[in-house]
């Protein structure tokens, strides 16, 4: 990938990258395969996507890549996807790790299958001291759930006197989330087209700029990433002040 002829903004890259990866299923419909073929050439896409965030030094990349209302499909399909993310692991752990990268999930990945946990188990373990970036799989994730969760941890801390309600900022309720102190997504990117946020990231992205592409998951290259990157750095982000402009 060519970084240095773009005329990207080195001092003006966002810190985090969050995507929903949607289409995959239409991809695998225009071409007349089963949806879980998509699925599996998503999880090229992953691969390619994680590679470019190194490249451009992006700190946190975050994907969105089973919700906790992804369990309402096909059987079939939840247990494809289940053993895509193992496979996943399996295949792309060891280079993760030497490359610095640092795994983390989002959501309750507690209730996934036994393998998957495992899978999931080592994979935190194993990176958890990596620096370079943080790569954040939300499995089984959902916004609501985790808001909810923050809140009755929150509330638990509170009846057992180790917090006071007027300590609550909103500082401190991040640190309740998933992402706890990770810094906000600056850019989310959702391909195929779709208008709506999907439960997804709903506390961290109230001043994320949006990205939204025609071109489904499994398609997406890093010179979408790029196009995207280009076109955020064109934002006026006010954060409802006034433009520096
Ligand atoms: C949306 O496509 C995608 C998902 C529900 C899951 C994302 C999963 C991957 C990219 C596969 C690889 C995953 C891992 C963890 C390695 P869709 O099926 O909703 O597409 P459609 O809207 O066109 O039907």
């Not at 490249?55 to 906790?68: D, G, Y």
């Not at 990231?201 to 979408?224: C, G, M, R, S």
Request: net charge negative; proline share 3%; hydrophobic share 40%.
């Amino acid at each position: 990938m060519d970084i240095k002829n773009r005329n990207l903004e080195f001092n003006n890259m966002p810190q985090h990258i969050a995507i929903i990866m949607d289409g995959n299923g239409r991809w695998a419909k225009k071409r007349l395969l089963p949806r879980t073929m998509g699925h599996r050439e998503g999880m090229k896409s992953i691969k390619r996507i994680v590679e470019a965030c190194m490249e451009l030094k992006i700190q946190v990349l975050t994907v969105f890549a089973f919700s906790t209302e992804n369990w309402r499909r096909p059987q079939n399909e939840v247990s494809y996807l289940m053993d895509l993310l193992i496979e996943f692991l399996n295949k792309e752990l060891q280079e993760m790790h030497e490359n610095d990268i640092r795994i983390k999930i989002l959501g309750d990945f507690s209730s996934l299958p036994k393998n998957c946990v495992d899978s999931i188990e080592h994979a935190l373990q194993l990176t958890s001291e990596n620096q370079k970036m943080t790569f954040n799989l939300a499995i089984n994730y959902g916004g609501r759930t985790e808001i909810l969760q923050a809140v009755k941890r929150l509330g638990q801390e509170i009846s057992e006197g180790r917090i006071n309600t007027s300590d609550i900022s909103e500082e401190v309720f991040s640190s309740y989330l998933y992402t706890n102190t990770m810094p906000d997504p600056d850019l989310l990117i959702r391909t195929a087209g779709e208008l709506r946020l999907s439960n997804f990231l709903l506390w961290q992205i109230a001043y994320t700029e949006l990205w939204i592409t025609d071109v489904t998951w499994p398609e997406f290259t890093k010179e979408h990433l790029l196009q995207a990157i280009t076109e955020y750095q064109k934002r006026d982000r006010r954060f409802g002040g006034l433009s520096h402009q």
